[in-house]
Structure formats: C-alpha cells, structure tokens
C-alpha cells in the first residue's frame, strides 16, 4: 500500500530564511499531491495542490515541487514569518487512479520561524 | 460562510459506553471523512461518504460505525469505548471532485477511562 513519509523532527529556522519541507511516498505515483497547514488545537488546513503533470506551483509565499522520478515532492515558504510556524502536512489520493477522494496523510512536519 | 463543526469538542467517557460525535457542514459537499489522530500515526481514515445513504469502511473501521441520512451530517459512534480509542476525532468534507481539497472541523478530543 502506499505510504508518505514526511520527517517527523521540527524544523527550526530564522525569521526571513527559505524553510524546505520534503514528502517522499514509497509506492505509485499520485496523480496529485496536497498541502495543508495545521494549528495546534485546530483542524488542517489546505493550502497547495499540485499535479503529476505539473513540476512547480506557487501561491504567494509558497512553492510546491513534484518530481515523479524521485517520489518527492518539496513545499518551501519563502521569506518566513513567525506566523509559518505550525505543523505541514502532505497528502495523496489512496488509489493510483487519484480518483477516490480518500486522502491518506504524512505525519506532519512542524515548522518554528523564530524571529 | 460555508462551514464544518463538530461537536462536542472535548468528551470524556467510560470504557463500554456509546459514543456519538457529531459533524455538520454547510458547503453541501457530496464527500464525507472521519479521520482520527494520534501521535506517531498521523491522520487515519476511519469511516466515509460519498452522498446520502453510503457508508464505506477506512484503515482503522472497527469499534465505529457511521450512518449518513442527509447531505449535512455524519455522526461518528463508538458502538462500545475502548481506551484504544483516546484520540483526536476530525471529520472532514469535499467536493465530489476527485482531487478536491478537504475541508475540515476542528476536531472533537476524546478520552475513553
């Protein structure tokens, strides 16, 4: 079955540097691959789709890659801010059809920007 | 705004007891989850639905049962509480889409003593 593997130490970074975060699934190539965001307390929160055809997307402050050679996908907040600070979670379809809907989720990775 | 709750967001209960966690959501999404969350396991599918009237079995389905009598709603119940099953409790919604994004409550913790 498939599985995502997302580095499960915090990542901790200054204020105004690139933060990378890497998702590396072991099995099929998704036909997409998400982003969310969560808060402590909170449920997550989507911020970035990026899809098999696609190498690159940007939203603001975010770039999401997809290499389907190296079975990862790399989610970069530029210019960081205290405020980044949270856990990021990756997610794909269950099938490799990408069509169920069902979402499985890395663990998460959290993310500390201190100023 | 279009919205997901849940509710309540903090239970307590015994161990053997039946345990209804509810969630509504206003986007009319045809696409219903239940996920639970623990340490070390992440986000794991429990129940879904895809429209009134279907129920599907997830990764970590037994103990729960889930029922969906209206596009609004899908009420999660442990038939019978276990300690095992102390987490945190999100339901989730999208769009018939197949790469939709989920859009999710935030959450209703649970502790089975």
């Known amino acids: 079955s498939q599985k995502i593997e997302q580095n499960s130490e915090a990542l901790n970074i200054q204020e105004g540097k690139t933060a990378t975060l890497t998702c590396n699934y072991t099995n099929y190539s998704p036909a997409y691959l998400q982003w969310y965001r969560q808060d402590p307390g909170r449920g997550p929160v989507f911020l970035l789709l990026?899809?098999?055809?696609?190498k690159e997307k940007r939203k603001e402050r975010l770039k999401v890659t997809f290499d389907t050679t190296l079975k990862q996908s790399l989610f970069h907040i530029t210019a960081s801010q205290p405020a980044d600070s949270a856990t990021y979670l990756c997610?794909?379809?269950?099938?490799?059809?990408?069509?169920?809907?069902?979402?499985?989720f890395g663990q998460g990775t959290t993310l500390q920007v201190k100023p | 705004d279009a919205e997901i709750t849940q509710s309540p967001r903090h239970k307590i209960t015994e161990t053997g007891r039946q345990v209804t966690l509810a969630c509504h959501q206003t986007w009319n999404h045809n696409n219903m989850f239940w996920y639970r969350q623990d340490l070390g396991h992440g986000l794991r599918l429990i129940h879904y639905s895809y429209g009134v009237h279907d129920t599907n079995k997830g990764e970590v389905s037994d103990g729960y049962s889930v029922s969906r009598s209206n596009t609004e709603d899908l009420p999660l119940t442990l038939e019978s509480a276990a300690s095992s099953q102390t987490s945190v409790y999100f339901c989730?919604?999208?769009?018939?889409?197949?790469?939709?994004?989920?859009?999710f409550g935030n959450g209703t913790r649970l502790t089975v003593t």
């Open positions: 997610a794909l379809d269950s099938s490799g059809s990408g069509n169920t809907g069902k979402l499985i």
């Open positions: 989730a919604s999208s769009d018939r889409l197949s790469n939709s994004p989920l859009h």
């Open positions: 990026i899809r098999e055809n696609e």
